[in-house]
Every structure is written in C-alpha cells, then in structure tokens.
C-alpha cells in the first residue's frame, strides 16, 4: 500500500531520532527527501526545564540545516532560542506564527494527510492518520533515524480485525465511547501488531473529527494501525486542507480488497452503546458512566489529540454552559487553530472560549500535550499528587498524567463535563437536552 512515504517527529523523540541519523549516516549526511519529513514540536514546550526548551533548539538547527520545509517551529527566529517565560503565567499564548501543537491534530489540518500513504512516526498516536485511509504507525527513535536517511522501514504486514459499525450514536454517547467500549471487549492488548479496520454504515455517517478519534486509540488496544476507507468525506477534508496549505495535491487512495480475510470480525450496533470509561490502571478497563457515580474526583481535563479537537471543546461547552464547574478542571486545545476557533465559534451567542471560562475552566492558549503525558513538574494541568481524574485523554496506566499515585478516569467530553459539574462520575445524559 502506498508509493508515498512520510515521516512525522516531534521534541521529545526528534532530537534521539537525529542522533542516529546522524551516527549512522555521518555528521554532514543529507536526509533522503526534506519535502517527506514533517516536524512538529509539541510534548514539553510550556516549561521552564532547560532540556524541554534546548530539544526545541535541536529541532530548529536540523530544520535549518537540512532545509526542511515543514518545520512548525515554536518561535519565528529561525536562529533564536526557545524559552518559556513563567511570569506571563500559563495561560496567555506564548507561541510564534508557525507553531501548531499536537502533531497528530496539526498534520491534517496542514494538508500532510492523504489517502494511500504511508506515515511512519515517532509517537504512538501516529495512528490517528490512519482516519485519512493511510497507513500510519508509530516507530522507534532508531527506525525513524534510519528513514531519515534512506525514507525505508521493513514492516510485517498485520493481520486485520475488522469493526462493522451500524446504526447511529444515541444522545449523550460519542466517538470516544465507541473507542472505548471496543477497547473493553478486546482488552488494552487485543490488537497486539494488528491493523484495526473501520467499516460500515455507522462508520460513513461519522464526521472526521469522530473518525480521528477512533483511529488514534487503535495503540491503546495495541494495534498496528487503525485504519477508516477513504470516502466522499475524506476526500473533501483532504482535498481542502491541502489546498488551504499548499501541500502535495495529488494522491493514490487504496480500495478495499472484496477477498479480504480477517483474523477478527465483529459487527456493532452504535444504537445500543452508552456513556463509557476506561477506569484505572488501563484503557481497556470498562465501565458505563452510569455505575460509577461512586467515583468521586479531584480534577477533570480536556485536551490532547484525541480529546482537545475543537468539536469536543464544543461539546464540554454544550454540557457546562451557563454552569460552573464543581473541581478544578484544565482544558488544553490541541493546536493553536483550535483555539482561533473556539473564540470565533458561538454558543447561545457567546464564544465557546467565553462559555469554558465562565464555567470555571482554566482555558489556556498555550496549545499542546501538556499533561496528557505528565511533562515536567510545571506542565499545565499535570497531576502533581494523588488525584483522581477524569480526563478526555487516550491513556491511563498509572503515572501517565504525572503523579503514579494518581487515578485516570478516561471519558468522551460530555462525560468529563458532566463529571466536572458534580465532583464524581456522571453520565452526561442528564446534562444533555
Ligand atoms: S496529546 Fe498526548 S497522546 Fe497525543 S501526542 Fe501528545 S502526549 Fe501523545
């Protein structure tokens, strides 16, 4: 599958990643194509720690040095120096005109995605690409040092499972639900180096941002890949966003092979799924909303590249508008152009933005992981005791959030927002009209 092949890296395992190129390939060695290597800075990048900021640096030089043009840089002086500045506070925006934030959100929206290709990252969640009908996984700082070199990765072809979705999403439950309720029939491991495929009616009726979504916790069951078909819906997403960016506009999309075996085969009914959580230690641990009003919460958080899209700001806001928020509760849009839009899109006439904020939540502008993945002590939201949250994030083994006291409730926005009015976990359908 796939002439085209890409790569994608980010802060934390870019500069490993040129390391190896660099040992394997010799200091002055030339990447295989600049115009196949995207880079996007976006883990640890609201911090004062100084190796967070100098792996920023290290990504500029290369950047520079190796002419790539698809470098979302933090700053705009491409010989300047990355540094957080603590005393503007976390939440006013800190960033130059080319940043994005999270690069499985941005990647898309920069026209980098395209059916029929392949994209090899160094990040996990690579596998959100594959709602573009791509096959998009994630690497070692080792592979991707090699593909910088040569563009190639041997990989075995995995076995496919297929997910037959019919019906449609009843009121209150999400793509996040969905994700989640199939994670707990399979378990966190149930797709070990497996391709997860999406078909069906219910999957043509989903919007892109709930295809995303779904495709980006393929990992958490351990997938090898998640992977929707391209259809009229990609094709108009793709096209625009190339178009928007000036991007490479031509594409080879991959039909569906008729004589296709699956290793797994299973048929759901969108219709019967309800308000679901991945309780602690693990995404694949299930439970409905419902049955766990006994789970009382410290925190609540909304972000990360499966869950900080704006439509689901849009739909946190739908829950808490004109409410306030009963925990302390963080809300980290995944890029810079989300947070654009949640100030322009409005909710019974206000900004969505303005709905968040006057619910109580800490908005911030700094888009990023932040602590999705922990960070350093001082990354916006992380969980820097003991605390139980509830969070639209995608994993939740002990310490992924910061503290390895912590518990890790994962819902889909409405049911993190329902849960941030009450102080404990909530089915949003009592919220939602
Ligand atoms: S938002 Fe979280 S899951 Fe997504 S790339 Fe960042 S750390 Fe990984």
């Known amino acids: ?116 290709e392949v994209l090899f990252g160094t990040d996990s969640h690579t596998c959100m690409a594959g709602a573009f009908g791509e096959f998009a996984t994630g690497i070692g700082n080792t592979d991707a040092g090699f593909i910088l070199g040569t563009g190639k990765l041997l990989v075995k072809v995995p ?39 999406w078909e069906g009616p219910g999957v043509k009726a989903m919007n892109i941002d709930d295809r995303m979504t779904i495709a980006n916790m393929a990992i958490e069951a351990g997938g090898k890949n998640g992977i929707f078909p391209a259809d009229e819906k990609t094709f108009a997403y793709v096209d625009g966003h190339i178009k928007a960016n000036g991007t490479k506009n031509n594409y080879d999309p991959v039909e569906l092979d008729k004589n296709q075996k699956f290793i797994f085969d299973r048929v759901y009914n969108l219709c019967e799924l309800e308000p679901t959580v991945a309780m602690h230690p693990n995404p694949g641990n299930r439970a409905l909303a419902k049955t766990l009003e006994y789970v009382k ?7 990360s590249c499966t869950g900080g899209k704006a439509s689901d700001f849009i739909a946190f806001a739908e829950v808490v508008n004109g409410k306030r928020v009963y925990i302390e509760t963080y809300g980290v849009p995944a890029t810079s152009e989300v947070v654009q839009e949640l100030k322009e899109t409005k909710i019974s006439g206000n900004s969505v933005w303005d709905v968040l904020v006057d619910s109580g939540v800490q908005m911030t502008e700094n888009a990023s992981c932040a602590a999705c993945l ?58 939602i009209g």
């Open 1 to 116: 599958m796939g002439q085209y092949r890409y790569s994608l890296t980010h802060d934390v395992c870019g500069p490993g990643s040129i390391g190896v190129f660099k040992r394997e390939f010799g200091q002055n060695a030339k990447v295989w194509d600049p115009t196949k290597i995207v880079i996007i800075p976006d883990h640890y990048i609201f911090t004062t720690d100084k190796l967070s900021n100098r792996n920023v640096d290290v990504l500029r030089d290369f950047a520079r040095e190796q002419k790539l043009p698809y470098f979302y840089d933090v700053i705009d002086d491409p010989n300047g120096h990355w540094t957080f500045n603590p005393a503007r506070g976390q939440l006013a925006r800190q960033y130059g005109s080319r940043y994005q934030g999270v690069c499985h959100a941005a990647l898309p929206r920069r026209g980098h995605a395209r059916p029929g």
């Open 374 to 431: 922990g960070g350093p002590q001082d990354t916006f939201g992380r969980l820097n005791a003991p605390l139980t949250c509830i969070s639209a994030t995608n994993r939740n083994f002990p310490g992924r959030m910061g503290s390895k006291e912590s518990k890790v409730y994962l819902a889909s926005p409405y049911t993190v927002a329902a849960s941030a009015l009450t102080g404990h976990v909530t089915d949003p359908r009592e919220f």
């Open 159 to 197: 076995e496919t499972m297929r997910f037959y979705l019919e019906g449609e999403l009843p009121r209150g439950v999400m793509a996040k639900d969905v994700i989640l309720h199939i994670i707990g029939d399979i378990g966190f491991d149930g797709a070990t180096y497996r391709a997860m495929q």
């Open 297 to 303: 919460l410290n925190r609540a958080y909304i972000g």
